[in-house]
């Protein structure tokens, strides 16, 4: 069975984003006003083969914990749809 | 009323991820395998105020065109949500 997993790795709440505060300030000046916060993380999807969904599940959650997300500073979340 | 906007910004179908190969690449080593392709873009999150869904939706298409999203090699969608 084939599965895409959409997965995102956000920067952990308690802790400082520059890269969205940046965004903040600067939205007013391209003349977009009443944001006010940013966060920006990234949005990976996995196109992956498995036996079972528990199994593709299994698969991602490693692939968050030991690639994609460093677990001290981001979160990550994801959601799996079976494409085939 | 306030609003939280889930937005994706992912490299466009047809242009290579060098980000996203080398994970696939990568992944059997760490053990996970099965997987065919990845690609690896940005999720970010704004919270804004608006008088309706409507402006709401207008100012963050706008953000997403001028600042966030490179649209000549990158997509973007989002979803808006109400949060007061």
């Given at each position: ?63 968050c ?13 994801f ?6």
């Amino acid at each position: 069975m084939k599965f895409l997993a959409h997965i995102n790795v956000m920067p952990k709440a308690e802790l400082l984003d520059p890269q969205g505060k940046v965004v903040v300030k600067n939205l007013p000046n391209i003349g977009i006003d009443g944001v006010d916060d940013v966060r920006i993380g990234k949005h990976v999807t996995i196109s992956l083969f498995a036996k079972n969904p528990k199994e593709a599940n299994k698969k991602v959650e490693a692939a968050c914990k030991k690639l994609l997300a460093n677990v001290i500073m981001e979160s990550y979340d994801f959601v799996i749809e079976e494409v085939e």
